[in-house]
Nanobody
Framework: VQLQASGGGLVHAGGSAELSCVVS????????MAWYRQAPGKERELVAA???????TYGSSVKGRFTISRDNGKNTIYLQMSSLNPEDTAVYYC?????????????????WGQGTLVTVSS
């Protein structure tokens, strides 16, 4: 199973960005998917998760600003981010779970992408 994330980069505070993650080697429509992030010196935290049927869960720090979605036909998940602030600066990882229910802990997920850096300048 391979996950390839893209879309990171430098964004000004208040701006928007979109991440995408293409998944191969699995029956994508059966997998719960998630975005996590990790800032320097901090633990990896859940950003958002989505079930195969589209049920979503968000971390408290991004709720109302970020939107996770998936396209089962393209084996891809997306993370639309808006109202970005410097505290959103982190490496963002996509993750896949073998089972359908979403998980909230990093150890709930079985496969991880390589990460993409998002830097928000003030």
């Amino acid at each position: 199973v391979q996950l390839q994330a893209s879309g990171g980069g430098l964004v000004h505070a208040g701006g928007s960005a979109e991440l995408s993650c293409v998944v191969s080697g699995t029956i994508f429509r059966r997998n719960a998917m998630a975005w996590y992030r990790q800032a320097p010196g901090k633990e990896r935290e859940l950003v958002a998760a989505i079930s195969p049927t589209g049920k979503t869960t968000y971390g408290s720090s991004v709720k109302g600003r970020f939107t996770i979605s998936r396209d089962n036909g393209k084996n891809t998940i997306y993370l639309q981010m808006s109202s970005l602030n410097p505290e959103d600066t982190a490496v963002y990882y996509c993750a896949a779970r073998r089972v359908q229910p979403v998980g909230v802990f990093p150890y709930d997920y079985d496969y991880w992408g390589q990460g993409t850096l998002v830097t928000v300048s003030s």
